[in-house]
């Protein structure tokens, strides 16, 4: 990762920890329910959906076909 996506990542990183307002705002694409956002593997968590959408360079990759399927 460069320096800019580092930056950019730990950016949003620290938004959402700071601001949960920010985390308020994202919400599931398919059931419009609310995300959970997962630190360690620094994805956007849709219990609803059963979907973890990517967070890459700082950007979430809002898109139910760029997501992975999660059992839980």
Request: glycine share 2%; hydrophobic share 40%; net charge negative.
């Given at each position: 990762m460069t320096n800019d996506a580092t930056s950019r990542s730990s950016a949003l990183e620290k938004s959402f920890r700071t601001d949960p307002r920010l985390l308020e705002l994202l919400v599931c694409p398919v059931?419009?329910?609310?995300?959970?956002?997962?630190?360690?593997?620094?994805?956007?968590?849709?219990?609803?959906?059963?979907?973890?959408?990517?967070?890459?360079?700082?950007?979430?990759?809002?898109?139910?076909?760029?997501?992975r399927k999660i059992e839980s």
């Amino acid at each position: 990762m460069t320096n800019d996506a580092t930056s950019r990542s730990s950016a949003l990183e620290k938004s959402f920890r700071t601001d949960p307002r920010l985390l308020e705002l994202l919400v599931c694409p398919v059931t419009r329910a609310e995300l959970i956002y997962d630190v360690s593997q620094q994805e956007l968590i849709s219990r609803a959906a059963k979907l973890a959408y990517p967070i890459r360079d700082g950007v979430p990759i809002m898109l139910p076909e760029e997501a992975r399927k999660i059992e839980s």
